[in-house]
C-alpha cells in the first residue's frame, strides 16, 4: 500500500502522465518527467509490452522500466523456485573490496560466455531446461537473451548494493524475474536521487530498457522484516569480444 503522504503526489502524476503507473510502486520524490528520445526499438518494446499487460513506467532520461506483479502464475513459480534452489551450482563470491557478495550467485547461458562484473569473471554454465523456458517466458515480452546471472538472498540481511548493469558488453535490456520472498526493488536517479520503490514477489518480470543503465542505479536493500529466500534471474544479452 501506499503510503498516505504519497497519495497526494501520486494522484498529481496520474494527472500529468495518465494511467502509465499503476499502484504497485511507490515514489519517495516528485518526478520531472522529461519525454524520452525514443528510437525505433524503444517504441516497438512500448507497444508489445502494453499488448501484453506489462505496466510501463517512462522514466526521466529515456529510462524505460516494464514491470508486471505476477508474470508467473503461482503454482509454476513455486515448481521453478524449488527447482532453481536445489539445482543451481550455487557459490558465495568475493565482490569488490574482497569481502564476500552477501548472497548467492550462479551463471548459465551459451556455451562460453563469461560476464565480468565487480572485478569478477563468472562463466556460464551450459543452460538448464528450467533457464531455457523461463528465457523464452521473457523474450515472449522483449529482448534476447544469451546470459542468465542468478542470485540467492537466503534472508533480509541479503542484499544486492546500489549499482548500474552498464558494462560495455552487456546489452541494454536485461529481464528480471523474482521468486520466492517479496523484497523491495529500489531506483534512484544519479542525479536527481530521485527514488522509487517496486515490491518484487514471487513471480514478477521486471524488465529494463532504453536508457536506464545510464541514468539510473537500482538496488535491493537489506530489511529487518523477517522475510524468507528469494531467487532471482536476470537475463542479459552478453556481447562476445
Ligand atoms: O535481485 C534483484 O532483483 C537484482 C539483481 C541485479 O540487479 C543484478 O543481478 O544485477
Ligand atoms: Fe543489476
Redesign the pocket.
Known amino acids: 500500500m501506499r503510503p498516505e503522504s504519497l497519495s497526494g503526489q501520486y494522484t498529481d502524476l496520474k494527472r500529468r502522465y495518465g494511467n502509465t503507473y499503476g499502484q504497485s510502486w511507490d515514489s519517495a520524490k516528485s518526478i520531472e518527467y522529461r519525454p524520452p528520445q525514443l528510437g525505433g526499438i524503444l517504441s516497438h518494446s512500448l507497444r508489445k509490452a502494453e499488448g501484453n499487460s506489462m505496466q510501463t513506467i517512462k522514466l526521466t532520461d529515456g529510462g524505460i522500466l516494464l514491470y508486471k506483479e505476477a508474470f508467473i502464475p503461482h503454482d509454476m513459480a513455486d515448481r521453478y523456485f524449488a527447482e532453481l534452489r536445489d539445482h543451481s551450482a550455487w557459490e558465495q563470491k568475493p565482490g569488490i573490496f574482497g569481502y564476500l557478495q552477501p548472497r548467492l550467485i550462479a551463471a548459465y547461458g551459451e556455451p562460453g560466455l563469461v560476464y565480468r562484473y565487480s572485478g569478477r569473471d563468472n562463466v556460464a554454465l551450459p543452460w538448464t531446461p528450467t533457464l531455457l523456458e523461463i528465457k523464452q517466458k521473457i523474450e515472449s515480452i522483449e529482448g534476447q537473451y544469451n546470459y542468465c546471472?542468478l542470485?540467492r538472498?537466503s534472508s533480509g540481511q541479503d542484499s544486492?548494493g546500489l549499482?548500474a548493469?552498464d558494462e560495455p558488453e552487456v546489452g541494454h535490456i536485461i529481464g528480471?524475474l523474482?521468486l520466492g520472498a517479496t523484497r523491495t526493488?529500489r531506483i534512484k536517479h544519479n542525479e536527481s536521487k530521485e527514488t522509487m520503490n517496486f515490491p518484487?514477489g514471487h513471480g514478477t518480470l521486471i524488465i529494463m530498457a532504453g536508457t536506464m543503465q545510464q541514468f539510473w542505479k537500482?538496488e535491493?536493500p537489506k530489511t529487518k522484516r523477517p522475510v524468507g529466500e528469494r531467487i532471482?534471474l536476470?537475463y542479459r544479452q552478453i556481447i562476445r569480444e
Open positions: 546471472l542470485n538472498y544486492m549499482h548493469d528480471s523474482s526493488f518484487v537500482h535491493i532471482n536476470t
